[in-house]
């Protein structure tokens, strides 16, 4: 079945440094990732949509220079966390959906737990 | 953005009981999807809706997309323990728009 690996599992870092997250389609191509943040014990909350070759759509509320998507090809999106803070710690997910197939579900990574300090 | 309302919040059942938990929303979605998530870990699809009024099972695991597709129902039977987990709901109006039930905490006592 569809994988995605996102990387890292988990970052521990200062407050003040930016913070890379890497989400991989494995077996399929995806024009289309999504980025999400989870608080512990609540639900995911969509941040952004990638969208490959053209800059991401952000939900309303999320700063768009806070958080830095790229998707340079069909099989990576990058979500970089800018200047982190101790309130950025969160578990962020990403999902996939394999391109032309807009009625397929979203497959998801593993999530990265980011704890600033 | 929009949030599915999901019940019940949490479940303790035994395990071999059945569990049965719903998600609704104010909206029409064209897509009900239902994903397990164990702890640490990013969710797992479990089963995908696409018709008003379809059933559809997966093992011990039936999801019904409601006729109104505002909602949509779980059904988990004869539960074990490796059932333990979180179960959201997922409505999809738009190839790009997805949203989240809050979530069903479920714990299977042995």
């Known amino acids: 079945g569809a994988v995605v690996s996102q990387h890292p599992s988990w970052v521990i870092c200062k407050s003040g440094t930016s913070v890379k997250i890497e989400c991989r389609s494995l077996?399929?191509?995806?024009?289309?990732m999504f980025w999400y943040r989870q608080f512990p014990k609540q639900s995911l909350m969509l941040m952004a949509t990638s969208n490959e070759g053209s800059k991401a759509t952000y939900e309303q509320g999320v700063e768009k220079d806070k958080f830095l998507i790229n998707h340079a090809s069909l099989t990576l999106s990058t979500l970089t966390v800018t200047s982190a803070h101790p309130e950025d710690s969160s578990f962020y997910i990403c999902?996939?959906?394999?391109?032309?197939?807009?009625?397929?579900?979203?497959?998801f990574g593993d999530g990265t737990r980011l704890s600033i300090l | 953005g929009q949030q599915l309302n999901q019940s019940p919040q949490s479940m303790f059942i035994q395990e071999g009981e059945d569990v049965s938990m719903n998600c609704t929303s104010s909206?029409?979605?064209?897509?009900w999807l239902w994903y397990k998530q164990d702890p640490g870990e990013g969710p797992v699809l479990l089963i995908a809706?696409?018709?008003?009024?379809e059933l559809t099972s997966n093992g011990r695991l039936t999801a019904q997309f409601g006729i109104t597709r505002k909602d949509s129902f779980l059904n988990i039977s004869a539960s074990i323990p490796s059932d333990v987990g979180i179960y959201f709901c997922?409505?999809?109006?738009?190839?790009?728009?997805?949203?989240f039930g809050t979530g069903t905490s479920l714990t299977v006592i042995p």
């Open positions: 077996d399929f191509q995806a024009t289309t």
């Open positions: 909206s029409i979605f064209n897509t």
């Open positions: 997922a409505g999809q109006l738009t190839g790009n728009q997805f949203y």
């Open positions: 999902s996939a959906r394999e391109t032309g197939l807009v009625w397929q579900p979203q497959h």
């Open positions: 809706l696409y018709k008003a009024g």
